[in-house]
């Protein structure tokens, strides 16, 4: 069975296009929904997404956070399309609640060194922090008693033929969530 495995970071509008032009043959995204007729998608599962902090920051004492304490705080967000994050902000905005400041950055490790150095807070998902939390690193804090999470997709053309090797991919992928 040969299949190229790249991991990384895209914008979803860039996603799509290498989806139909055929550069990409399968993509696995962490969005609730994906609405276009030529892609189909299908729900793998679901990941936790987490607030983090700074061990050492006032909000992880373990106390419930209110989403007005986000006014005094420096929000760092991945800068690709992370859909989960761009409707906190939206949600924010509609309460009239703003962020002392928004840092989007390009790499979710560059995003939790910063948010270990105490430089802001963040939210992602509770794979990519799980280990750091572990350790001590990072800490966790719970807003308004919102639990929160986003799907695991797996998006495909719709016509897109697949070879024997990726239809194998697919069914170990699909099997690793059931």
């Keep these: ?57 006032k909000l992880s004492t373990g106390k419930m956070v209110r989403l007005k304490d986000m006014e005094q705080q420096t929000l760092l967000l991945p800068k690709y399309d992370c859909r989960y994050q761009s409707t906190f902000v939206r949600d924010l905005a509609e309460l009239k609640v703003a962020p002392a400041a928004i840092l989007e950055l390009n790499s979710i490790e560059t995003i939790k060194a910063c948010v270990e150095q105490g430089v802001g807070i963040s939210f992602l998902p509770e794979m990519a922090v799980e280990e750091a939390l572990r350790q001590g690193r990072l800490a966790s804090f719970e807003i308004d008693d919102k639990q929160m ?3 695991i997709l797996m998006i495909l053309h719709k016509n897109k033929w697949l070879s024997p090797s990726m239809e194998a991919f697919i069914r170990e992928v699909k099997a690793c969530f059931a």
Excluded: W, Y
């Design 1 to 57: 069975m040969h299949v190229a495995l790249l991991a990384g970071l895209t914008a979803v509008n860039s996603l799509k296009q290498e989806l139909r032009s055929g550069i990409t043959d399968v993509a696995f995204l962490l969005l609730d929904a994906i609405h276009e007729a030529d892609l189909k998608s299908e729900v793998l599962g679901f990941v936790k997404l987490l607030f983090i902090c700074s061990p050492d920051s």
């Design 149 to 151: 999470e986003t799907a």
